[in-house]
């Protein structure tokens, strides 16, 4: 989990303050989550430049439908609901691919720009795991849906849940489609580690 109840409880805090037009309130969200968002899209797109994008458009929707969101359904509620966003927006990407595009229209949001050195960061981090990245792109073969569970499961460490805010499905529904996921992920995996034995 990334956050403990004290944490959360300022969390709750800046986006009361952000849904009364608080800009520095926003700006402290954003600081707060971007590496982690820019951090699950990467790892799901496997590209800089759209990772990049897709967590910029997520936090441009995010600012946007701000004032619609309530906070509920336990202690992780806008963690929840900043991850639904940028999943909605990896998934939008999968569907779109080279035509999707940065959206960014508003000057408030300009403003807070991007951080190239951590997308650098991770980038090289992937690349420096050759585990991570033969993991990644296995699951990359997945159903869209066993994807969104084995990252925010397994990476992003979220519970049932958490993830079935994110992705509003009822827990013993995720529960199922993550049992299934992995019994795939691993016959990928022994697949694959089967033609390059004999391959070499």
Known sequence: MYYNRCMDTDVKELVERAQNKDRDAFGSLFDLYYDKVLNYVFRRVLNTEYAKDITSNTFLK???????????????????WIFKIATNEVNQYFRKQNRYKLTIDDPDFKELG??????????????NDKHLLILNKAIKQLKPIYQ??????YFEEMSYEEISQVLNKNESTIRVYSKRAKE????ILEKDASEFLVNI
């Open 114 to 127: 991007d951080n190239n050195k951590i997308a650098e960061e991770i980038e090289k981090k992937i690349d």
């Open 184 to 187: 795939e992920l691993r016959i």
């Open 148 to 153: 969104d569970i084995l990252h925010l499961k």
């Open 62 to 80: 995010a600012l946007k439908n701000l004032d619609q969101f309530e906070w509920r359904n336990g202690p992780f509620s806008f963690n929840g």
